[in-house]
């Protein structure tokens, strides 16, 4: 198949496409709230009931997803996730009441979303060594974009109804999924150079469980994880809400604005932190994780500063700030990971570090949606900023105890394409 650029970077623009799509038909749910729940009758913990199903149903699936990317063919796993989070999204534009919200967009998006992830990242950690952070971290961009564009869900719900956002994005979505059947190689899994005890034929679930979870480090980075998505959940369900409610913003500016910010900055801090440790690592094997806990605990009072200002534009700045050190941290989430996994195993580690993330952040819609009324949403959104030092002091441990031990050497050698 002739290509217009080398096959490494091709995949991560294809990929790129379909984590866009990914996190842009996760976030129109969340942008459309206030049009969604006068028109169901639904109740402030009903409406985050819906988003915390989606992120339980994640979780739950995710462990499984990563391993699965460990042992088939990455390609269709990819691709099928793509297909049937799309459907999914565009059945959700038919939805009439709590019980059809929960089935399509809690578990049918929510189980479909969950096997693309760690079969991605697979993919780019086989392609790029030497360029790893980069390629990751422009992978990770796409996050930020797709969240961004999202807002189009609040334009065209509040011009043609809230259903019809759904059926745009879960057609794009079907059409994408068409493409890159025959753009993406059917590559198969990569193999350590020393895979130790592992077994000559296929991997048992037990082998991989005892070779990911006796490190300590991995537990770290988990449970750090989990306390920036429980943050990240938080704050995208419900900032469109608190800016509309505290700033008196429309639908569609509150959507923008709430997202725009914060990831317009992300976007930088991302790529900077990605070329950076690409850069350092080559001298200095803590860097990745360095750029973790960095990011973590800087962004920490930003969060608190969002949800305590009464100033529109103070808590734009603050938006900013949060999200450039947001992307800073995720330059390195999985590179910072690959550094202490065997390549064999990267996607089970990634399944294991999501499947504790999100079934974690699944309770974050629900506590704030329940929050809202005794202490006010700015008051329960500051305090997400504790949750993020806390996350943040998790890495700053494993950096100085752990890290070293647990470190995977790995030939700077990279494959063909």
């Known amino acids: 198949m002739q290509r217009p650029i080398p096959y490494k970077w091709e995949l991560i ?89 929960i089935i399509f967009r809690g578990i049918a998006t ?34 930020y974009v797709g969240i961004v564009a999202s807002f189009v869900a609040g334009f065209v719900g509040e011009r043609y109804g809230w259903r019809s956002a759904f059926l745009l994005f879960g057609g794009f979505g079907i059409v994408m999924a068409f493409i890159m059947i025959f753009r993406v190689e059917n590559t198969p899994p990569e193999t350590s150079a020393d895979n130790g ?14 070779q990911i979870l006796c490190k300590p480090t991995v537990l770290f980075l988990s449970v750090a994880f989990a306390g920036m998505v429980f943050v990240n959940i938080g704050y995208l369900t419900w900032m469109p809400t608190l800016l509309h409610e505290k700033f008196g913003l429309s639908v569609t500016e509150a959507g923008f604005s709430a997202l725009f910010y914060h990831h317009a900055f992300a976007f930088i801090g991302v790529l900077a932190g990605g070329r950076l440790s690409d850069y350092w690592a080559k ?42 050190f947001r992307g800073v941290y995720d330059s390195n989430l999985f590179a910072a990971l690959f550094d202490v996994i065997q390549p064999r195993l990267r996607s089970s580690a990634v399944g294991v570090m999501l499947c504790f993330a999100f079934i974690t952040g699944a309770f974050a819609p629900i506590v704030l949606g329940a929050a809202k009324a005794p202490l006010g949403l700015d008051n329960a959104m500051a305090s997400l900023g504790g949750v993020y030092l806390f996350s943040g002091l998790c890495i700053l441990v494993a950096c100085y105890t752990t890290f070293a031990r647990d470190y995977y ?8 394409g």
């Open 13 to 101: 623009v294809l990929l790129w496409l379909a984590f866009f799509l990914n996190q842009a038909d996760r976030q129109i749910y969340n942008n459309l709230i206030p049009l969604i729940q006068p028109d169901l009758n639904l109740s402030d913990v009903q409406i985050g009931l819906v988003a915390s199903v989606f992120t339980c149903i994640y979780g739950i699936l995710v462990p499984l997803s990563g391993y699965v990317g460990d042992v088939l063919r990455r390609k269709w796993i990819v691709i099928t996730s793509l297909l049937v989070w799309s459907t999914a999204t565009l059945l959700t534009g038919f939805c009439t009441g709590l019980i059809t919200l």
């Open 110 to 143: 929510g189980g479909g979303e969950a096997f693309y992830y760690p079969s991605a990242n697979s993919l780019i950690g086989q392609f790029h060594h030497k360029t790893r952070a980069l390629a990751m971290a422009i992978h990770q961009t796409a996050l």
């Open 197 to 210: 005890d592992a077994p000559e034929e296929g991997l048992p679930l037990s082998y991989v469980l005892r």
């Open 283 to 324: 001298w200095r094997r803590t860097i990745r994780i360095e750029f973790e806990y960095l990011g973590l605990l800087l962004g920490a009072p930003f969060i608190y500063l969002i949800g305590t200002t009464d100033n529109l534009w103070v808590c734009y700045a603050a938006l900013a700030a949060f999200g450039l």
């Open 409 to 416: 050497y790995e030939s700077p050698e990279e494959p063909m």
